[in-house]
């Protein structure tokens, strides 16, 4: 099975690449904030759905993500990660039809600032069922991963109607712990 060299982070064209939802103050009464979060109820090619407390689960899930990293030796220099899909996703690309994209190549990473988790670490925190749940994984023990469990290839079996209730494994998903710019 061939390991995708590179990863992609797909972004909203109107907010730019390397943002962070969790970076915004709890409570979200930003109008352009509340907006994002509803955009999916005006825009039919707005696909993502975010709960009512999205952003203080998020959070939750993101200081264990960075606890675990720490514990395995990471060593993050930002609170938040900035969120990329192992190769591409077409599933994910389609969320938004406006989605932009950005790769950078595996090989570009440090390794001290680099985690994955199989699949999305929202899942992946947050459920106890799998073997690769509850876990932060380092670039180093990406082959291995992918040789025990294999590469996600479903994603063209989860329709986007009520996709929150399917098993979603579609990617692995990959946390950079540093901060980037659409340069890096």
Known sequence: MKIPNFATHYYLPEYGP???????????????????????????????????????????????????????????QIEHPNYLILGASEWFKNLNRHHQALT???????PLTTSFTFPDSFIALSRTDKPYFEKVFLLNELTELVRQFGLPNNDHLVP???????????Y??????QPLTQQS
């Open 18 to 76: 390397f943002k962070s939802l969790s970076e915004l103050p709890l409570g979200g009464e930003d109008p352009h904030f509340l907006a994002l979060l509803n955009r999916h109820q005006s825009d039919p090619d707005y696909r993502r759905r975010y709960g009512r407390d999205y952003i203080q689960k998020r959070k939750l899930v993101e200081q264990r993500l960075r606890a675990l990293f720490i514990e395995r030796g990471g060593q993050p």
């Open 104 to 110: 950078i190549d595996l090989s570009d990473l440090n």
């Open 160 to 170: 986007y109607e009520r996709y929150w209730e399917y098993d979603f494994e579609l």
């Open 172 to 177: 692995i998903e990959i946390q950079i712990w």
